[in-house]
């Protein structure tokens, strides 16, 4: 059994916290630190796909190459499928602290009823219209998280989940109607992520009366004062935060070594949410539904680029389960759910051993 407590976090750590997050706050950003990264990441699942849509902008590319998509598609026939493409600043459009933006062919736009998302890689056309508003945002993080180095942070936000989605799919030629759920998760930071974290974690889950419970969080390097920093947060089906906490400490209760990344990586992991450790979140990861050898799916260009800053970047998405076990809301405030089971989908983003 593995035990990893958090602790030695400055005061200004020890107070991050999820909390209800602006549209504002997830729209463009731009930093001029070398570093500098932010990406949107728009989902969808049916029972038969499960498809993530990114787009990215940064100053980590090559010459002028500071933008791009990839785009992620699984199911159980194709297994999955990545396609990415990079486009030069010249091919961006969008405006400070908004979430419209332009990369050439590509966009996030203002729909009727939601964002609208177009992706084309060439290969693969995706469209998709989600039907929310921004209301039921919430940053994972609580704001900017301030990392080791002075006037450099990292930032988190999930800004909806399993919401009504609609849209379509072209795979070289072949079109795939979709109708189903999906979400978005938003990422800033202005310091390279590598120098400071192994691994990046996402968790999106809903019980059977429609709350929904998100963690996330990144597991730090040497560099980094504590190891790691997860959260916590629940929501009511309105879009009302029922309680939110910082994970104090993790516990490892199966190991293995991941076939396909060769990360050692937990199958069952339990978060203690409060210092008494009389509430905690255990999750338990199942069904695959996504494996993407980063380096193997990239411009060779970029890919030379990549090894300068990533050891063997990995992504992995699973279905996995969530139970909840807790005599109360952490630190006595807030509302334990109705239902403390949860089903949704992690994903890892492995970046460093």
């Not at 339990?270 to 450790?277: I, M």
Request: aromatic letters at 14%; hydrophobic letters at 35%.
């Amino acid at each position: 059994m593995l035990i990893l407590f958090v602790s030695g976090l400055s005061s200004e750590e020890t107070k991050i916290q999820p909390r209800k997050a602006s549209k504002q706050e997830m729209g463009f950003h731009f930093y001029p630190q070398e570093g500098y990264f932010q990406a949107w990441n728009y989902s969808f699942t049916d029972e038969q796909t499960w498809i993530f849509a990114t787009y990215i902008i940064s100053n980590l590319g090559p010459g002028t190459r500071n933008c791009g998509v990839s785009l992620v598609v699984y199911d159980k026939e194709n297994g999955t499928r990545f396609y990415t493409k990079e486009f030069s600043k010249d091919e961006l459009k969008t405006e400070a602290g908004k979430t419209e933006l332009e990369i050439y062919n590509n966009s996030v736009t203002k729909g009727e009823q939601g964002p609208e998302i177009k992706m084309d890689t060439d290969s693969a056309q995706l469209f998709l219209n989600y039907k929310t508003g921004w209301s039921k945002a919430v940053s994972m993080s609580g704001g900017k998280i301030p990392l080791p180095v002075t006037d450099r942070f990292v930032q988190a936000d999930m800004a909806f989940s399993f919401v009504p989605v609609q849209g379509y799919l072209i795979i070289n030629g072949n079109k795939i109607e979709l109708n189903g759920r999906g979400g978005m998760e938003h990422l800033l930071t202005n310091y390279e992520v590598y120098k400071y974290s192994r691994r990046w974690e996402l968790y999106r889950s809903q019980n059977s009366v429609g709350e929904k419970l998100y963690t996330g969080g990144f597991i730090g390097n040497d560099n980094f004062p504590g190891g790691e920093i997860r959260t916590v947060s629940v929501m009511d089906a309105g879009g009302k935060i029922l309680f939110s906490a910082k994970v104090h400490g993790s516990e490892a209760l199966e190991m293995e070594t991941e076939p396909f990344s060769n990360y050692e990586l937990p199958i069952k992991e339990r978060f203690h949410l409060d210092s008494q450790n009389s509430c905690s979140l255990t999750l338990t990861r199942k069904q695959t539904v996504g494996q993407i050898s980063v380096l193997s799916n990239i411009s060779a260009v970029l890919r030379f680029f990549v090894r300068l800053f990533f050891t063997r970047p990995y992504q992995l998405y699973y279905i996995s389960d969530a139970r909840l076990d807790c005599k109360q809301a952490p630190e006595g405030t807030g509302t334990l759910p109705k239902d403390p089971n949860f089903k949704g989908i992690f994903s890892y983003y492995l970046i460093n051993p």
